[in-house]
Nanobody
Framework: QVQLVESGGDSVQAGGSLRLSCAATDTTDTYRSNCMGWFRQAPGKEREWVALIYARSGSTFYADYMKGRFTISRDGAKNTLYLHMTNLDPEDTAIYYC????????????????????WGQGTQVTVSS
């Protein structure tokens, strides 16, 4: 069973930066060959997708509200997924989850969280003004 462990969450001031990591163990071909990415859930809100990457090609997809502030990347040798976040805003305060095992459509990675098989436990990001 694939295990995903996030790290890097912290409390920062608005305008600051953070890099989240998601380390995978006991990986399977389903993990290595499909879509993976980051979702977040703010208090009182539904979980939403943030950034996705198709492992085979490296194609990336970002939610519009990211406005170029976040970058998703992956180190296949280390089985680690990253999310580099810059110019953070209090609206970015949330628990950030990494997910994997989403089936690539041929053009897109799925945006729905129920399309992903593997999930981490989440890491808290708090941005103060």
């Amino acid at each position: 069973q694939v295990q995903l462990v996030e790290s890097g969450g912290d409390s920062v001031q608005a305008g600051g930066s953070l890099r989240l990591s998601c380390a995978a163990t006991d990986t399977t071909d389903t993990y290595r060959s499909n879509c993976m990415g980051w979702f977040r859930q703010a208090p009182g809100k539904e979980r939403e997708w943030v950034a996705l990457i198709y492992a085979r090609s490296g194609s990336t997809f970002y939610a519009d509200y990211m406005k170029g502030r976040f970058t998703i990347s992956r180190d296949g040798a280390k089985n680690t997924l990253y999310l580099h976040m810059t110019n953070l805003d209090p609206e970015d305060t949330a628990i950030y989850y990494c997910a994997a095992g989403g089936r690539y459509s041929g053009a897109w990675c799925p945006r729905r969280d129920d399309s992903y098989i593997y999930w981490g436990q989440g890491t808290q990001v708090t941005v103060s003004s």
